[in-house]
Nanobody, 117 residues
Framework: QVQLVESGGGLVQAGGSLRLSCAASGTIFSRFAVGWYRQAPGKQRELVAAITRGGNTNYADSVKGRFTISRDNAKNTVYLQMNSLKPEDTAVYYC???????????WGQGTQVTVSS
């Protein structure tokens, strides 16, 4: 059974940084593309960043230049480095293996990021 566990969230002041981690078990993470999503209260879940098996990345316009997604295949982990955080980045952040990879979506439990102004 594939499981994803996010960590690294917390409370930070505007302009600060956090690094989120997404650790996988039950599979070899490097076989899959992985996405980081976020969901703020009252809003739909949105894709923040994604990384392919080969390491190609793409970002939502709202985080370009501030967030960086990366992967460490030896640790079976994907990271989201978040710099210059803004209050509007406040959300629960989730990592995901898309349905196209396994035939079903795999989600972690999420980690809360709160940015104070």
């Amino acid at each position: 059974q594939v499981q994803l566990v996010e960590s690294g969230g917390g409370l930070v002041q505007a302009g600060g940084s956090l690094r989120l981690s997404c650790a996988a078990s039950g599979t070899i993470f490097s076989r899959f593309a992985v996405g980081w999503y976020r969901q703020a209260p009252g809003k739909q879940r949105e894709l923040v960043a994604a990384i392919t098996r080969g390491g190609n990345t793409n970002y939502a316009d709202s985080v370009k230049g501030r967030f960086t997604i990366s992967r460490d295949n030896a640790k079976n982990t994907v990271y989201l480095q978040m710099n210059s955080l803004k209050p509007e980045d406040t959300a629960v952040y989730y990592c995901n293996i898309p349905r196209s990879s396994l035939g079903y979506d795999v989600w972690g439990q999420g980690t809360q990021v709160t940015v104070s102004s």
